[in-house]
């Protein structure tokens, strides 16, 4: 994260702007009023703080303690932790009468997650808003942030991590529990041919439970907007990626405020690339000569002997064969439901030539299994509804 690569000065940045973190300890800098403000110091070192309270016998002074945002029990370290815990994080600590505190150092993933990508809730809050000064109070400036346009500017590039975020819901909306999180995994890749739900087959959708969670936040702004439209501390919903998915699977938030806690960055899942990474479906243009690392990882898994090209070659100038005419009554398939079995005169001998005969009668058959663009099919396609 740039300047906020220590945990002391990534935490301060998810409540002040950089600014107003290097006016920690500056003499004459008061105390900020709120993330907008100038010239002003996050919070009072501790020592200071101790010493102004001791000199004002004992009465506090009107500054934030430093060490309040380090509080195992405090809204910061607490937020930390459960978007720790949805990504896999272990357990480092348990306070009396608190759940436990979970740290984002150390997770636990399926090798699945860790082969192609898997979301990730505490990167997607915190490194926006360790950069939010960028964006300050500006919705259009947090949606430019959150789809990558203003990457150029950014020490810890995000990426378009709102639409990453809408097709994590895509696969792993149906994993959530009403009031509940979003345990289990996602539907795995060979049941679809749909890219970017392949690339996310299989993944761990806890992380997408920030996300979710976003649904009842915005309801609740919402319901209270409709009661007041002025009502103070409330501001409705604004997805990063432009749909009002806050409304139903939830999404990525640009803006919002609820109960006067701002919403920015809230859901935001940032994509942790895996060892095969974007390049796994054969989809990535930007490279010359891709490879289709799915086909290739599963024929070298099938131990699958490489065989010559039997691609057929079209003949010299000037050269006629007759069979070349033979290779207009082939097909090929890809994702049909339907597979034309053969054509038949009612003859006792079937020839090639049935194909073009107006007197021939087509047979086909219902078929299932994949297209074979990703993965080589398996098995026999037979009739459907049958034990054949």
């Not at 890749?189 to 936040?217: M, N, Q, W």
């Not at 080589?376 to 037979?382: A, C, D, M, R």
């Amino acid at each position: 994260l740039g300047a906020m690569n220590d945990e002391v000065n990534m935490i301060l940045s998810l409540v002040c702007t950089s600014e107003q973190i290097a006016n920690i300890g500056v003499t004459g800098k008061s105390q900020c009023s709120d993330i907008s403000a100038t010239d002003c110091a996050c919070c009072m070192m501790d020592d200071d703080y101790t010493l102004a309270t001791s000199r004002n016998t004992g009465t506090e002074p009107a500054y934030t303690n430093c060490n309040s945002y380090f509080d195992d029990q405090g809204p910061v370290l607490s937020k930390l932790s459960l978007l720790a815990s949805h990504d896999g994080g272990v357990a480092v600590k348990a306070p009396v009468g608190q759940t436990e505190i979970h740290t984002a150092l150390i997770q636990n993933h399926t090798i699945n997650d860790l082969m192609f990508g898997y979301p990730s809730a505490y990167l997607g809050h915190v490194a926006f808003l360790a950069q939010m000064d960028k964006a300050l109070s500006s919705t259009e400036l947090a949606k430019s942030m959150l789809t990558g346009e203003m990457d150029a500017d950014l020490s810890f590039k995000l990426g378009n991590i709102a639409e990453y975020t809408s097709k994590v819901g895509s696969v792993c909306f149906a994993t959530c529990l009403e009031g509940g999180d979003c345990s289990g995994q996602a539907p795995d890749r060979h049941v679809t041919s749909d890219a970017d739900k392949i690339k996310l087959g299989g993944i761990d959708c806890k992380p997408y439970t920030s996300t979710f969670e976003t649904v009842a936040k915005c309801a609740a702004i919402n319901a209270a907007l409709q009661a007041d439209s002025n009502a103070p501390g409330y501001d409705a919903c604004v997805c990063a990626n432009g749909s009002d998915e806050w409304s139903s699977q939830g999404c990525c938030l640009a803006g919002g405020e609820h109960n006067g806690n701002d919403l920015k960055g809230e859901g935001c899942l940032f994509e942790v690339a895996g060892v095969v990474d974007p390049n796994y479906a054969g989809m990535d243009t930007s490279i010359a000569n891709a490879v289709d690392l799915g086909t290739a990882l599963q024929s070298w898994i099938d131990r699958e002997v490489s065989n010559p090209s039997s691609e057929f070659m079209c003949p010299a100038i000037g050269a006629d064969i007759d069979e070349h005419v033979k290779f207009g009554h082939y097909e090929s398939y890809a994702g049909k439901t339907e597979h034309v079995t053969y054509y038949h005169t009612g003859n006792d001998r079937m020839r090639q030539d049935d194909v073009a005969n107006s007197a021939s009668t087509e047979h086909s058959t219902p078929v299932t299994g994949c297209s074979g663009k990703y993965f080589k099919p398996k098995g026999l396609t037979v009739k459907t509804g049958t034990s054949q």
